[in-house]
């Protein structure tokens, strides 16, 4: 599997971001994906996932409200809506795909088998 993750740049606080990850290799439907990201001199974050179907996602509570994860599985695609970006939320984001899911893994990095490259947002205040 390959995934290809675009769509980051410079922002002014307040702003909107859409990221993509398109995704190649493997039947798309079948497995869950999570967008994790990482802060200079930190380790990296879970962020966002979705289920294989779309039909279950989650969150870390410091994003909750202002990102949204969908996925589009004619596409191969899954996105990270980003609103009402703040400072804090710079970082490289990374989406990553999970082939064999488990209830609770999905906000656990370890679980997640194929990395894509990473997309850089930075959030100026």
């Known amino acids: 599997v390959q995934l290809q993750a675009s769509g980051g740049g410079l922002v002014q606080a307040g702003g909107s971001l859409r990221l993509s990850c398109a995704a190649s290799?493997?039947?798309?439907?079948?497995?869950?994906m999570g967008w994790f990201r990482q802060a200079p001199g930190k380790e990296r974050e879970f962020v966002a996932g979705i289920s294989w179907s779309g039909g279950r996602t989650d969150y870390a509570d410091s994003v909750k409200g202002r990102f949204t994860i969908s996925k589009d599985n004619a596409k191969s695609t899954v996105y990270l809506q980003m609103n009402s970006l703040k400072a804090e939320d710079t970082a490289v984001y990374y989406c990553?795909?999970?082939?064999?899911?488990?209830?609770?893994?999905?906000?656990?990095?370890?679980?997640?088998?194929?990395w894509g490259q990473g997309t850089l947002v930075t959030v100026s205040s």
């Open positions: 290799g493997r039947t798309f439907s079948t497995y869950d």
């Open positions: 990553a795909a999970d082939f064999f899911p488990s209830p609770e893994g999905m906000g656990v990095m370890t679980e997640y088998e194929y």
